[in-house]
């Protein structure tokens, strides 16, 4: 999720250091909950798909194995740490970056899941085509990808209402390729939506949207500036709130077989 590896919009790697422990409420659960519905509709069988796949399979359903990866060390350390105690029967944790998984043999995974990173990385089509080469023979792959990312446009909000004559912070947006295997006969994309409205998750969000994620978002601010910041995310978050009923994620989720 994260290094030259990753898009230049993000963070450098040492906050998604920082940020490991702290990522499920920070992100208000959405990540995680987006990803266990669509393993409930569709799959009958990083540490947030592990945790989805624990969440909402029975036991006799889970995975007998199961690799968990990422290329930033402490959420590595992270997901071998919260998935101790699960009931899953083997999990191995690896430091692995998903456009280059030469460590992993062809036709290795039934399936694979890349949850909300596909559009981090500088190389998109080479994370795909890794995803399909370490796939079996009729293996699944499931991507998901925010179409709205809800805390950005609240952050755009905040910016205006402080310095209306700046830049917008950028993100990475979503971009599908019809490349690296997969034909268009076998993918399927589906929308999600979610609206986050429980106290403690939004609570978690707001922090996440106050914090060093969104540090590019005060890039030229005076001190004043930035000392109005946490209120204005506070405001912004309450129009959200009146506009859809709590803050609202929408999702695409490519289906997609070997």
Not at 75 to 99: F, G, I, N, W, Y
């Amino acid at each position: 999720m994260a290094s030259q590896i990753q898009h230049p919009n993000l963070p450098l790697p040492d906050y998604f250091s920082r940020f490991a422990n702290i990522y499920v409420r920070q992100t208000g659960h959405s990540t995680l909950n987006i990803l266990a519905n669509v393993i409930t509709e569709n799959v009958q069988t990083a540490r947030i798909g592990a945790a989805a796949l624990v969440a909402r399979l029975p036991k006799e359903q889970l995975p007998k194995k199961l690799l968990v990866s990422d290329n930033v060390a402490m959420m590595v350390s992270a997901a071998r740490e919260s998935l101790t105690a699960s009931p899953l029967p083997h999990v191995d944790c690896k430091e692995l970056d998903s456009q280059d998984l030469s460590a992993v043999s062809d036709n290795y995974f039934t399936h694979s899941i890349n949850n909300f990173s596909i559009f981090t990385f500088i190389r998109p089509v080479d994370a795909i085509r890794e995803t399909y080469r370490t796939l079996r023979p009729g293996g699944l792959a499931i991507i998901t990808c925010s179409r709205r990312f809800a805390p950005m446009y609240i952050v755009h909000a905040a910016q205006k209402k402080i310095r209306s004559d700046l830049p917008l912070m950028p993100s990475p947006g979503p971009e599908f390729y019809e490349e690296g295997g997969f034909t268009s006969d076998k993918i399927t994309l589906v929308d999600k939506v979610m609206v986050i409205a429980d106290h403690e998750n939004i609570a978690g969000l707001t922090a996440l949207m106050s914090g060093p994620l969104m540090a590019k978002a005060r890039e030229g601010y005076t001190a004043e500036e930035e000392a109005r910041w946490a209120e204005s995310i506070s405001q912004s978050v309450k129009e959200e709130l009146e506009q859809f009923g709590g803050i609202r994620f929408e999702a695409y989720i490519i289906l997609a077989t070997k």
